[in-house]
């Protein structure tokens, strides 16, 4: 297929379709019809249980976010702002488009219409506090220094991977920080699960992102989308606020090989105050006796096109489409999406180009938010599943207009570049590479019609919501 017939479909999806889109908004905070009860929802009894599954993990003291939502007298001065930002889907950051593509994720933290109707109905009402009987126990949650995996596996990581101890200025640009650490690996080790945070609750303030690179001989490893160079071990695990750990799929794993060592490449920003932090990874692993069938790469498909030179070259006060194209040269699992841009990212399409020409939606994410790098894992029996010679088509979208509340300075050119200030545009995908045998087998159970869909009902160019 060529370029011009794949700017044409880009094209395609740009298309006149903000009425759905709003519509979509608009159902979400509608109470009328079938959503319309003469119950009025109280906090006690129907709101809290929300906001425990959803809401505070990061609504909570000494967590992430700028405020509470434990008790009524936390959450009711936020009433209308939380009303808002559910209506939007700002909020939980679950900014994936709920009309095309996989909709199956093991992580999902999203809302439904149902409950978005009820908080709504609930504000709306007066935000009545209900009978304080009515609530229910207190949700606990991890230490600080508790893994979040460690629920999973009844038992801490089999590894713990530091970088060395890095000091941010109280203020300062942005810094790279770029240790290596020797693993001392004697033999060789398969992952199953990896989980990476900082090192502190003080180092979450200034770490934006963090990458862990395994550097190994490794004559095995395969090129995945640039992200491995000849002889070594790719990325083992990138965090950023979003995204904390990974699971592999069953019989599924990375390959630590003897000597090999982690390159740690750490953005810290920041925050007005001198903190000195690390970053750890808690590494899983499978019995010795135990060897997974298949190597899992995670892999950075680019949205743009790097071997025909041209990165990222943003004018001002536009929004600006770039697109990326990676062929499949063996049939492959896709286990997640999680796309990565910065302060003007606004919108990006992962899509498969199958070797008959026909086109699936994955994944779609149509109201990127740079602070939230979210990771949408898909579920086993949801994962996408390609064959040989398919095409990965990245379609990244950045906002360079006024209309980007995020946007620092629209009247500036912007290009490629690891600063804030600067973007780019790939998405984070954890690949495994399977036999033709077993494609086969797959195919033949999975009817087309149950693959991700190929219709894309909404437009990147709408206004934010």
Known sequence: MTSKVRFQSATL??????????????????????????????????????LQARCQDCHRPNAMAPMS??????????????????????????????????????????????????????VDSGAPQGDPKDMPPPKTFPRDDEWQLQKVYNRPPDMIIKSDEYTMPAVSQDQW????????????????????????????KITHHALAHLIQDDPDAKDSAQDIAAGQGGVLMEWAVGKSYDIYRPDTGKLIRPGAKIWWDIHYHAVGEKITDHVELGVWLYPKDQKP????????????????GSALDIEPNTVSVSQGFHVLKEPAILGNFQPHM?????????????????????????????????NYIYTDDAAPVLPKGTVIHVVAWHDNTTANPFNPDPNQWVGWGDRTVDEMAHAW?????????????????HKKSNRPTAALATNPDASRN
């Open 342 to 374: 910065h302060l003007r990212g606004k919108a990006m399409l992962l899509e498969a180009i199958l070797p008959d020409g026909t086109t699936q939606t994955i994944s779609y994410v149509d109201h990127f938010n740079f602070n939230w790098m979210t």
């Open 69 to 122: 939502l434990l008790t009524y007298e936390d959450a009711r001065p936020w009433a209308r702002s939380i009303k808002e930002r559910v209506v939007k889907r700002q909020m939980p950051p679950w900014h994936l488009d709920k009309s095309v593509g996989v909709q199956s994720f093991q992580n999902d933290m999203s809302l439904s219409d149902a409950q978005i109707a009820t908080i709504v109905k609930w």
């Open 13 to 50: 999806i740009r298309l006149s379709l903000s009425v759905l889109a709003t519509g979509a908004v608009l159902l979400a905070g509608d109470t009328t019809g079938a959503t319309q009860t003469t119950k009025v929802p109280t906090f006690t009894k129907d709101i809290v249980p929300i």
């Open 177 to 204: 920080w770029k240790p290596v650490v020797d693993l001392g690996v004697k033999e060789d080790l398969w992952v199953k699960a990896v989980e990476m945070r900082p090192g502190t609750s003080a180092g979450r």
């Open 293 to 308: 069938k298949y190597r899992t790469y995670l892999t950075g498909f680019q949205g743009t096109n790097f071997s025909a």
């Open 429 to 445: 995908v954890n690949v495994t590479y399977i036999s033709q045998e077993d494609y086969d087998k797959w195919a033949a159970t």
